[in-house]
């Protein structure tokens, strides 16, 4: 029973492309801050991108020009399109609602060189 649920995680290759997406259950609206946090194994997890619902956007500098973070206003469906991948992006990506109120179980983002 994930509260928000997370897909389009993947192996790809150093250069590429994928887009993750969180989407809340049903029971679940009006979410108003949203995001994504990642941690690779043995390390410290990191936030990567969030978004409000009036669309203001944050990115950290390790992925700004190459990520782009979205949402759909009317099912709180938040995106994650991530270009240009490096091995260092190589971790379990986690999405958030509500400053940490809910999470997704995570996917995974496998880069190689």
């Known amino acids: 029973q994930v509260q928000l649920e997370e897909s389009g995680g993947g192996l790809v290759q150093a250069g590429g492309s994928l887009r993750l997406s969180c989407a809340p259950s049903a029971s679940i609206f009006d979410i108003i801050h949203m995001g994504w946090y990642r941690q690779a194994p043995g390390k410290q997890r990191e936030l990567v991108a969030e978004?409000?619902?009036?669309?203001?956007?944050n990115y950290v500098d390790f992925v700004k020009g190459r990520f782009t973070i979205s949402r759909d206003g009317a099912s709180n469906t938040v995106y994650l399109q991530m270009n240009s991948l490096k091995p260092e992006d190589t971790a379990v990506y986690y999405c958030?609602?509500?400053?940490?109120?809910?999470w997704g179980q995570g996917t995974q983002v496998t880069v190689s060189s």
């Open positions: 958030f609602g509500d400053f940490g109120k809910y």
């Open positions: 978004i409000t619902s009036g669309g203001r956007t």
